[in-house]
């Protein structure tokens, strides 16, 4: 079941009861000002960040079922005020991960150090959650391979190959779709690589489980969905957004 609206997301997140999602992965808006075309950006102001988020984060969490996660993606601009609010209201110490995704660009700053990286906030709703740890790992280097194969006789490349290596929280092999000639690229700015996604809704549901995206934007995440036998429910307020994502995903719609 995949089903995309076009809607307010406080509007949708209020008709759906209590505990219901398994896991909620959003692009929110990064609180730069600026306008994409495709979507306004709010202002980096302390107050109207949290008068947006708080009453979203807050629906966020009653919708979650215990044993969900919530990945909130972001950067540098907001993503302070962002901690503290999940913090108040999923609990200090049922955050797991502030994950880095560190992409190259070609643009560089002469007055500061290039930003380059995407902040995503990784809570969990109690101490009791999903992570499929073996569907995550990667595939370790032929350099890895040899140096570990000198190091411990009788261990074979292919139980080594099978065994792989867990992620840290500095994710750098997600390339940056930053163009119409990107092969993934769907036409919407700030599409975000279907390799990024898949990472996390494989380490934190499993098939059939129903995820959730608020912030739709170009949909990836309803793709990524469909293609791991995952249910999903999102939306956005853009007519291109829903018009994107609903392309994606046709034939899957509910």
């Given at each position: 079941m995949i089903d995309i609206r076009l809607s307010d997301n406080l509007e949708l997140m209020a008709e759906i009861e209590d505990n219901t999602i398994d896991l909620i992965y959003c692009d929110i808006l990064y609180g730069t000002g600026k306008d994409f075309m495709?979507?306004?950006?709010?202002?980096?102001?302390?107050?109207?960040?949290?008068?947006?988020?708080?009453?979203?984060i807050k629906e966020m969490h009653r919708i979650l079922k215990d044993t969900g996660s919530i990945y909130l993606?972001?950067?540098?601009?907001?993503?302070?005020?962002?901690?503290?609010?999940?913090?108040?209201?999923?609990?200090?110490?049922?955050?797991?991960?502030?994950?880095?995704?560190?992409?190259?660009t070609m643009?560089?700053?002469?007055n500061s150090f290039k930003e380059k990286h995407d902040n995503i906030l990784f809570y969990n709703k109690s101490s009791n959650y999903i992570f499929n740890v073996d569907d995550i790992k990667i595939e370790h280097t032929e350099a890895t391979k040899k140096r570990y194969k000198r190091k411990k006789s009788g261990f074979t490349q292919g139980e080594?190959?099978?065994?792989?290596?867990?992620?840290?929280?500095?994710?750098?092999?997600?390339?940056?779709?930053?163009?119409?000639f990107t092969r993934e690229s769907v036409g919407y700015a700030t599409q975000k690589p279907k390799k990024?996604?898949?990472r996390i809704i494989k380490a934190s549901s499993n098939e059939n489980d129903l995820v959730a995206d608020f912030y739709g934007g170009s949909f990836t995440t309803a793709e990524v969905c469909k293609d791991l036998?995952?249910?999903?429910?999102?939306?956005?307020?853009?007519?291109?957004?829903v018009q994107i994502g609903r392309a994606r995903v046709a034939g899957f719609l509910q």
């Open positions: 495709d979507y306004k950006d709010l202002y980096p102001m302390r107050e109207i960040i949290e008068e947006h988020y708080g009453p979203r993606q972001m950067d540098y601009r907001i993503v302070h005020w962002v901690r503290c609010m999940l913090d108040d209201v999923f609990g200090y110490g049922n955050f797991r991960n502030e994950i880095i995704w560190h992409y190259r643009k560089n700053n002469k080594l190959k099978l065994t792989g290596k867990i992620p840290n929280d500095v994710w750098d092999d997600c390339y940056l779709i930053n163009n119409q990024l996604i898949e036998n995952r249910n999903f429910i999102g939306c956005d307020i853009s007519e291109k957004a």
